[in-house]
Structures are given as structure tokens and as C-alpha cells.
């Protein structure tokens, strides 16, 4: 089974994406019961249609069945028709896309919030930029490979073919990826928001990647292109996004 049958399947992220996700959809007028920061979190929260333009909107509140998970999952997850829609990060569908480049998963709406770069880097007395920090590293590691650390490997690999940096390595992490500089890898490809993290852990940043054509990831909202085939599906998908359309503008 994929999905909940005859809903429209939402995923709403957990995580840092959800403070920023929570003033948005009540602005724009919708309300997730027990969708909040409280450790009562509802990871099934129904929705509600609270201002007139809402209800006018969307038709069919009921038929929505929302679900809070990680925006990591909701590519994939989206893709195999588990969810409908799903409120990501462009991030994580520019990794999802690198990965499955026939990926149904498309991107509805940039919205504005979770704004980090993705960026390389290296311990900070290694180079002020990649050239500097390859040379560097070529004349100390005796033709070793180049060993880069992400949660984002897909991205962190097209950057490292990108930049011709053979011969190279991708060490794929969990979290807490800015600790293995100097001693478990070379260079890591993060996000970050503030810069405190690597500045905090002594690095410095000396490349930030693309992302889906972008200098820096926010959240968006993500649709199975093979849902808007369905035309009341379809109907429930644009009446949301006009909905986010109009608090944006
Ligand atoms: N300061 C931030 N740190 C990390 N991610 C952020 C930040 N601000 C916005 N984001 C976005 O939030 C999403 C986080 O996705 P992820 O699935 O890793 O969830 P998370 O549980 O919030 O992450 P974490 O494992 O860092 O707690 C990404 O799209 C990312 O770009
Ligand atoms: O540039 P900054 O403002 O410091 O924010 C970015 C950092 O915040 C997140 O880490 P988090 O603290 O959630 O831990 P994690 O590494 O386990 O994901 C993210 O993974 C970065 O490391």
C-alpha cells in the first residue's frame, strides 16, 4: 500500500524546517492539530482550513491526511507515491534528483524560509580557497585519496567530479559531520545557517555548491508530477499552493 487511499498524502517536516514551516501555514491561513514544538508532537495532525480564502481554496480539507517526518525522507518517500506532497527542503530534492534523475518528484513552490547554503569545507589553516586547499593537500598526502564527508553524497560526489578532485572518497554521515576534520576526512560538504557550527569546530568554508540553480537551499514544496494526474488530487494540490502563493506575495 502506498499511502493512505483516497487522501491526499502530506508530509510535514519535523525538525528545524518546522519553526519556520508553523508561522507560514498559519499565516497562510491552515491549521495541523498538535502540529507544534511541544513534545506532544502528533505526527498524524488533521488539517483545517481557517481563513475565508482557505475555505474557498480548498474544498476538501478532510481529504488531506498530513504526517510529520524528516524532510530527508519526503523525496523518496514522494517519489514511491507514499506521499502526495510534501514540504522539503530544496536541498534534499537536489540530492533526490542527482540520485534518481527520473525522479516524478517535482518542485511546486520555493517558500521563502530554511535558508542555508551548502557549502565545502576545510580545516581553517588548510587554504583560503579549493585550489590553495588541493594543492596543499596533494604536496602533504602522498597521492592518498581525498576523503569528503556528507550527509549529502550524491551532491558532494557531482561536486568532486565537478572539480576534478580524483582521486577522491565520499564518507556518508549522520549528522555531526563538521567533527571529522582534521583526523576522519579532509573536507565536508554541510549546510550551514549562521557559520557558528564551523567556526565553532575550526573550519572555513572555501566553495558554495549550487543548489537546483540557487546559492542557497530553502524550503519548498514538493509534488509526485504522477498525483496531479488525478483530478481531484490535483484540485486539493493547486488550491494549497495558491494558497502559499498569496501569503507570499
Ligand atoms: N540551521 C539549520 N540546520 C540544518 N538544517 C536546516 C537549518 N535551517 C534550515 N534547514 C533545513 O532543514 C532541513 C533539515 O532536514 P533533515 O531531514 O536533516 O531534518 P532535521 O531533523 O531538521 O535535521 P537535523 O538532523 O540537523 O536535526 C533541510 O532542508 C535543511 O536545509
Ligand atoms: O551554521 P549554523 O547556524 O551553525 O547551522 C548549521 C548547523 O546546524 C545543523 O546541525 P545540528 O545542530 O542540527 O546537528 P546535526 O549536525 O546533528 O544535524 C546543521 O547540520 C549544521 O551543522
Given at each position: 500500500m502506498t499511502g493512505i487511499?483516497?487522501?491526499l498524502n502530506f508530509a510535514l517536516p519535523d525538525g528545524h524546517l518546522m519553526s519556520h514551516v508553523l508561522p507560514f501555514i498559519e499565516g497562510a491561513g491552515l491549521g495541523f492539530d498538535g502540529y507544534d514544538e511541544t513534545s506532544d508532537l502528533n505526527r498524524r495532525p488533521p488539517m483545517r482550513?481557517?481563513?475565508d480564502t482557505a475555505k474557498t481554496l480548498i474544498q476538501q480539507p478532510d481529504r488531506v491526511a498530513a504526517k510529520v517526518i524528516?524532510?530527508?525522507?519526503?523525496?523518496?518517500?514522494?517519489a514511491n507515491g507514499n506521499f502526495d506532497i510534501a514540504i522539503s527542503g530544496t536541498d534534499w530534492l537536489a540530492e533526490h534528483r542527482q540520485r534518481f534523475p527520473k525522479s516524478p518528484v517535482i518542485e511546486k513552490?520555493?517558500?521563502g524560509f530554511g535558508k542555508v547554503r551548502i557549502v565545502a569545507a576545510v580545516h581553517q589553516d588548510d587554504g583560503d580557497n579549493l585550489p590553495d586547499f588541493i594543492e596543499s593537500f596533494r604536496s602533504r598526502s602522498g597521492g592518498e585519496y581525498l576523503k569528503i564527508a556528507s550527509e549529502y553524497v550524491y551532491l558532494a560526489d557531482s561536486y568532486a567530479q565537478k572539480k576534478n578532485l580524483h582521486p577522491y572518497r565520499v564518507i556518508m554521515t549522520y549528522g555531526a559531520t563538521e567533527s571529522l576534520i582534521p583526523e576522519d576526512c579532509d573536507m565536508i560538504v554541510e549546510n550551514t545557517e549562521t557559520g557558528n557550527t564551523l567556526r565553532k569546530n575550526n573550519?572555513?568554508?572555501i566553495d558554495t555548491l549550487e543548489v537546483l540553480g540557487a546559492s542557497e537551499s530553502e524550503g519548498c514544496l514538493?509534488?509526485?508530477?504522477?498525483?496531479?494526474?488525478?483530478?481531484?488530487?490535483?484540485?486539493?494540490?493547486?488550491g494549497i499552493v495558491s494558497l502559499f502563493e498569496n501569503y507570499l506575495k
Open positions: 487511499p483516497d487522501k482550513t481557517e481563513s524528516r524532510p530527508q525522507d519526503m523525496p523518496v518517500h514522494v513552490l520555493r517558500m573550519l572555513k568554508i514538493i509534488a509526485n508530477q504522477e498525483s496531479l494526474e488525478i483530478p481531484w488530487k490535483k484540485e486539493l494540490v493547486e
